[in-house]
């Protein structure tokens, strides 16, 4: 049976490190984001949540909210360094190692998985990338 009484509460994130990124609807209690987020930048927020009741005495509850970030494919490999410069002689054997080359994704998971590959100056098909 429903209660003919309506309940009212009023909802505010009074504190955590979330404060300015987030925003509470003071009737409903949903949480959302002000601003964008940015996994890198910070990948995990806390909000102190209240709900306050409209009786007299007027009474508050408090709850702890920990909203994690999730990682999207938004940065790029970068080649540290952006330029590498070797020399090999023309006498060197097929299948010797001539340069390694480093990059590095600051995303996370399957989104800073890197593979290699020659796209362009090896038009005669003399050369390979090897995983190390």
């Known amino acids: ?3 003919k009484y309506k309940f009212l509460f009023f909802f505010r994130i009074p504190g955590g490190d979330g404060v300015g990124k ?9 949480i959302s984001t002000l601003s964008g987020l940015d996994r890198e930048t910070k ?3 806390y909000l102190s949540i209240t709900a306050q009741d409209a009786g007299t005495p007027t009474l508050t509850g408090l709850c702890a ?3 994690y970030i999730s990682d999207t494919n938004d940065n790029k490999p970068v080649f540290s360094p ?11 054997p097929p299948g010797t190692d001539v340069i390694p080359v480093h990059a590095s994704d600051v995303d996370v998971g399957v989104n800073a998985e890197i593979e290699f590959s020659i796209v362009g100056g090896d038009v005669k098909k003399q050369f390979q990338v090897r995983l190390a």
């Not at 952006?82 to 060197?92: F, G, N, P």
């Open 82 to 92: 952006t330029l590498y410069l070797t020399s090999i002689s023309e006498a060197t």
């Open 22 to 30: 987030f925003s509470i609807n003071s009737t409903s209690g949903v």
């Open 1 to 3: 049976m429903l209660s």
């Open 43 to 45: 990948d995990a927020y």
């Open 65 to 67: 909210v920990f909203v």
